[in-house]
T-cell receptor, first 112, second 113 residues
Framework: EAGVTQFPSHSVIEKGQTVTLRCDPISGHDNLYWYRRVMGKEIKFLLH????????ESGMPNNRFLAERTGGTYSTLKVQPAELEDSGVYFC??????????FGPGTRLTVT | RKEVEQDPGPFNVPEGATVAFNCTYS??????FFWYRQDCRKEPKLLMSVYSSGNEDGRFTAQLNRASQYISLLIRDSKLSDSATYLC??????????????FGSGTQLTVLP
């Protein structure tokens, strides 16, 4: 069974540009989550989808971040415009029930 | 105060040693508990869930004390391949079906030959 996949694996953009990250969850997993790790900090929750509905977006830092999950399959996370402090590793995770979450390899975002 | 506190280490132990990691959490809404391991520049991988009755998976034993809000992980007969960062993670129900994982900062383990 394929795991969670994320694209791209790395992205380097300039401040003010836009970047879109993609996550494909494990097939059949209704729950999809985004997390972020910035340098030197622990992994932090961003938001949780159940199918196409946002259940909890309390961790989204500000309105420069937009997450979508049209059709309840893959999800995108757009950062527009990117700022220096957005640099970090963005992880996506999925789960079948509400408990055990499985992580993708992450997208390493560098904003210069 | 962090919601999940772990000793950052590093723990450097010889092969075959037994090592224990501890973790405390502060949010009483925490519903489920996990240990993840993370290798350098990789994603967190679920190692095991943690139950109040305690649970064992081979060389790994996890325990949960809800009254003390304390979680532990014991690794017996350490192998070189156990070298990684071990993340204490709690799953918090925020509302309805909404869930989020809260991570500790991790404990770094190096098993030496």
């Amino acid at each position: 069974e394929a795991g969670v996949t994320q694209f791209p694996s790395h992205s380097v953009i300039e401040k003010g540009q836009t970047v879109t990250l993609r996550c494909d969850p494990i097939s059949g997993h209704d729950n999809l989550y985004w997390y972020r790790r910035v340098m030197g900090k622990e992994i932090k929750f961003l938001l949780h989808f159940v199918k196409e509905s946002k259940q909890d977006e309390s961790g989204m830092p500000n309105n420069r971040f937009l997450a979508e999950r049209t059709g309840g399959t893959y999800s995108t996370l757009k950062v527009q415009p990117a700022e220096l402090e957005d640099s970090g590793v963005y992880f996506c995770a999925s789960s079948q029930d509400a408990y055990e979450q499985y992580f993708g390899p992450g997208t390493r975002l560098t904003v210069t | 105060r962090k919601e999940v506190e772990q000793d950052p280490g590093p723990f450097n132990v010889p092969e075959g040693a037994t090592v224990a990691f501890n973790c405390t959490y502060s949010n009483s809404a925490s519903q489920s508990f996990f240990w993840y391991r993370q290798d350098c520049r990789k994603e967190p991988k679920l190692l095991m869930s943690v139950y109040s009755s305690g649970n064992e998976d081979g060389r790994f034993t996890a325990q949960l004390n809800r009254a003390s809000q304390y979680i532990s992980l014991l690794i017996r007969d350490s192998k070189l391949s156990d070298s990684a960062t071990y993340l204490c993670v709690v799953n918090i129900r925020t509302s309805g079906s909404a869930r989020q994982l809260t991570f500790g900062s991790g404990t770094q383990l190096t098993v030496l030959p």
